[in-house]
């Protein structure tokens, strides 16, 4: 069975940090690509952030670039994404999932809540 366990979301004031974790079990995680995507209040889901299965490559969208960074620990099956100088535009359930550009979150995932608010 495929699990993908979010943790590390918050309450947080604009400017602070927050760092997700995204625990994986149930599929070779190690070899795959992986995404964060987020869906804001109201909003569809979108693509926030890939990395490749090595972790040598990342990709992010235009406007977490230089705020955001993801990695991943393939020993520890888990994937990151350090969130830095946020913004209430970031408020939004984060998820995890499979594959380097995912726009959906995975069937049944639970996320993780991140509010950006003073």
């Known amino acids: 069975e495929v699990q993908l366990v979010e943790s590390g979301g918050g309450l947080v004031q604009p400017g602070g940090s927050l760092r997700l974790s995204c625990a994986v079990s149930?599929?070779?995680?190690?070899?795959?690509?992986m995404s964060w995507v987020r869906q804001a209040p109201g909003k569809g889901p979108e693509w926030v952030s890939g990395?490749?299965?090595?972790?040598?490559?990342?990709y992010y969208k235009d406007s977490v670039k230089g705020r955001f960074t993801i990695s991943r620990d393939n020993a520890k099956n888990t994937l990151y994404l350090q969130m830095n100088s946020l913004k209430p535009e970031d408020t939004a359930v984060y998820y995890c999932?499979?594959?380097?550009?995912?726009?959906?979150?995975?069937?049944g995932g639970q996320g993780t809540q991140v509010t950006v608010s003073s």
């Open positions: 999932t499979p594959d380097l550009y995912a726009t959906t979150p995975p069937p």
């Open positions: 149930g599929f070779p995680f190690g070899s795959n690509a």
């Open positions: 990395i490749t299965s090595a972790g040598t490559m990342t």
